[in-house]
């Protein structure tokens, strides 16, 4: 029961993040990769296996879904200064720019999802997935 109830919740919360980010002409897959491009803004990017790794998706999705952003001028490649033979992705002005676009929405949706919530049990939810999670172990 618990394990279908996680499904379910899952399923909606990416279909209603699916659907607040259509007027961007992003999906929920695409988004993630942007925002942890975001959060790397000043570190020189990511090489795209720690993309993977960090988004928890297959390396050719992640091919799949970095050229599409590449091809859309949102993320840029470039040869790492660390080591020539990686490949590191950074957000572009136009990918930042949309990010600052997309933020009220997404906050707003984020903020709607769990406003049923007290703090307290938000705090212990996060608590309880993290603590399943743990459990589950590395794929």
Do not use: W
């Not at 925002?35 to 990511?46: I, Q």
């Not at 997404?106 to 007290?118: A, F």
């Not at 049990?121 to 993290?130: A, D, G, N, S, V």
């Amino acid at each position: 029961m618990l394990v279908r109830l996680v499904k379910h919740i899952h399923k909606r919360l990416h279909d209603q993040a699916n659907a607040a980010l259509k007027p961007f002409g992003l999906n929920h897959p695409e988004y993630n990769l942007l925002m942890m491009l975001y959060g790397t803004a000043g570190d020189g990017g990511l090489c795209p296996s720690d993309l993977a790794d960090a988004a928890g998706e297959k390396s050719a999705n992640i091919t799949r879904l970095t050229n599409g952003l590449c091809e859309r001028g949102l993320i840029a490649r470039s040869v790492s200064d660390a080591d020539r033979r990686k490949l590191t992705l950074t957000l572009t002005p136009k990918g930042e720019a949309l990010i600052h676009a997309l933020l009220p929405d997404i906050c707003d949706l984020l903020q709607l999802q769990v406003t049923h919530l007290s703090a307290a049990e938000q705090t212990q939810l996060e608590r309880l997935l993290k603590k399943m999670l743990a459990g589950l172990g590395d794929e």
